[in-house]
């Protein structure tokens, strides 16, 4: 689904394209921690006690 809004002078409609959409504890497969690969590189995700991500190389 994709979602309009007005461009910059009103005057019409512009398509806002959809992101995907990843349930960050269905990365973490329900824990508080998961990596993710970009390249040959690894990330660290982790959910914190407050409920928040952070994401470290």
Known sequence: MTTMRLNRDGASEVPIPRLPTHNAMELT?????????????????????????????
Not at 30 to 56: E, P
Request: no cysteine; net charge positive; glycine share 14%.
């Open 29 to 57: 497969q329900g824990g508080t921690q998961a990596q993710i690969v970009l390249g040959d590189q690894i990330y660290s995700l982790r959910i914190t006690r407050a409920g928040k991500l952070i994401l470290t190389k």
